[in-house]
């Protein structure tokens, strides 16, 4: 199988013509300029690969539900064929270590598959059958069947920091796909040859398993221009996207604006904070510690996980903890980020935390980052909860391998820093013997807070599975509802429709009296796979 790259986007199973502005991905750990030249998309490409993506919908969401759940496993397939030549161009697009490339890869792989299975069992698209009452009153009731069908076609952003598991056939798009929605994916500019590879694995995938071209469509090009022209396009019925907060709320705010707006399921920007119980620091100060450095430093801070703010109470385990922390830190080496623009933003935000008069440094990696290899170091600081409720500018994200610690005098004064921060992906709450009742004060307000709760762990990894949440309130994400992580993500892809006195004939297979499909529905409140009587 060829893995030659041409540099152009790929519209509905045809190469795009070259054409307007070129640019090039660059290794990030020796400031490589990557061959080839990759072109980015005109406006008559995003609208070709949009019109496609519309004209294909109704075949696509017509199919039975196998054949959606054949593509998913055939695309997975496709990806695993690309062998080692994919991971060696994500390491050189990304720098991240192959290791990590493979076992990101087997997870993408890994959810494709997981999905397929939930797609072939059928019993997301929630049948409800309220049967007629034909003889109720003092009026009768009619026959109602309600489920979840397709939005339409699907706009993704590649992510930056997973070039396989969050970008071209990453969840968002993985879960468009297993709702019946074609998908556009605007492919991440760090890593434009990955994406093109993974792009190329998918449309080879629709065409073994006889599906529309059109399905599936990727786009080179910048966000502020070819990335809001696909949000605006009227052919595209949702947008999915992770990554910045401010790239975020602008596909938002244009999605709005649109004479027919649209949902933008945005995982946008986390502080991930992590509440340190006083026993679980006598119990286990200095396994936090290095817990906490792990899990900061994972992938040189860059998940949307990593836990950039801390809090514990003042007490001598927790200067123990800080201490043992710090030491840690100075011996922890720099690692390579994924550009040089989230190098740059990085050791910008963290100045910006540093330099405020209400935080002192603790500790700074002895290693030098270097510059060519897009280094940073990692890092450690401390504050007062009286500074940090005093200045919500310490909130901010510093997006890379660096943490707040704010120490508290008391457990209200915890509690009154859990209330004052916005909306989380996570919260974490590491506890011992005796800290039950600060848990239980801590819990509520946290789930308020955060769309998944961790305790006695570290928010990094994100388990691909059913019962997963990662989403949360603003900003984490835009729409608090839903995941962008587990099955239930395809949800966001999806609406109701419901069907009031229509005969059997005319009704989706999902609704007819016999149950064709062997779905579990809530007929008449209960859940059954028995057939309307």
């Known amino acids: ?78 990806i695993e064929a690309l062998g080692d030549p994919l991971l060696a161009r994500a390491n050189a697009e990304t720098g991240l270590p192959l290791a990590r490339l493979t076992g990101e890869r087997a997870r993408t792989c890994g959810q494709l ?17 309220d049967p007629a009452l034909p003889d109720r009153k003092p009026l009768p009731r009619p026959d109602l069947r309600r489920m979840l069908i397709p939005l339409g076609p699907v706009v993704v952003f590649g992510s930056s920091n997973f070039p396989l598991a969050f970008s071209v056939a990453g969840g968002d ?64 019925t949702a947008v999915g996207f992770t990554g910045s907060h401010a790239a975020g709320r602008a596909l938002f705010d244009a999605a709005a604006s649109r004479p027919h707006p649209i949902p933008v399921f945005a995982e946008m920007s986390s502080l991930n904070p992590v509440f340190l119980l006083p026993a679980a620091l006598r119990e286990r100060g200095t396994a936090i510690a290095q817990g906490l450095l792990g899990s900061v430093t994972l992938g040189v801070g860059q998940f949307c996980t990593k836990p950039g703010l801390v809090f514990a109470i003042r007490s001598r385990e927790t200067d123990a903890f800080v201490a043992a922390l710090a030491e840690q830190v100075r011996a922890a080496p720099c690692g390579t980020m994924l550009t040089s623009g989230i190098r740059d933003n990085f050791v910008e935000n963290r100045a910006k935390i540093t330099g405020h008069s209400a935080v002192r440094i603790v500790a700074v990696s002895g290693a030098a980052p270097a510059d060519i290899r897009t280094e940073a170091a990692p890092g450690v600081a401390t504050t007062s909860a009286r500074e940090f409720l005093a200045h919500p500018d310490l909130a901010i994200e510093a997006f890379g391998p660096f943490t707040l610690i704010v120490l ?43 769309g998944r709760i ?73 859940l059954t796979r028995e057939p309307v009587s």
């Open 1 to 78: 199988m060829t893995t030659t790259l041409h540099g152009r986007s790929l519209l509905a199973g045809s190469i795009a013509q070259p054409g307007g502005k070129k640019f090039r991905a660059s290794n990030p750990a020796t400031g490589e300029q990557l061959a080839p030249d990759f072109h980015e998309a005109s406006a008559a490409d995003v609208d070709a690969a949009l019109a496609a993506a519309a004209a294909a919908f109704s075949e696509y969401r017509a199919r039975p539900a196998t054949d959606r759940a054949h593509l998913l496993e055939t695309i997975a397939a496709a």
């Open 454 to 526: 961790v305790v006695n762990g570290f928010p990094t990894g994100v388990e691909v599975s059913h019962a997963m949440n990662h989403g949360g309130p603003y900003p984490a994400t835009t729409d608090v509802r839903f995941t962008s992580v587990g099955t239930a993500a395809l949800l966001r892809f999806a609406r109701p429709i419901c069907y009031q006195n229509t005969p059997d004939a005319l009704l989706p297979d999902a609704l007819k009296n016999a149950n064709p499909l062997g779905l579990n529905r809530l007929i008449d409140g209960k």
């Open 113 to 129: 598959r997981l999905f397929a299975a939930v797609v072939r069992e059928g019993s997301w698209v929630d049948a409800r059958i």
């Open 173 to 236: 798009t993985t879960s468009a796909l297993a709702a019946g929605c074609p998908v556009v994916v605007k492919a991440h500019r760090a890593h434009p040859g990955t994406s093109e590879l993974v792009g190329g694995a998918i449309g080879r995938a629709l065409s073994t398993c006889g599906l529309p071209a059109g399905v599936f469509s990727l786009i080179h090009g910048g966000g502020a221009t070819v990335g809001i022209a696909m949000v605006q396009h009227p052919a595209t």
């Open 408 to 450: 508290a005098e008391n457990a209200d004064e915890l509690a009154a820093c859990a209330r004052a921060l916005d909306g989380q992906l996570t919260a974490t709450l590491h506890l011992g013997a005796g800290d039950d009742a600060a848990a239980r004060q801590l819990q509520p307000i946290l789930e308020r807070v955060a």
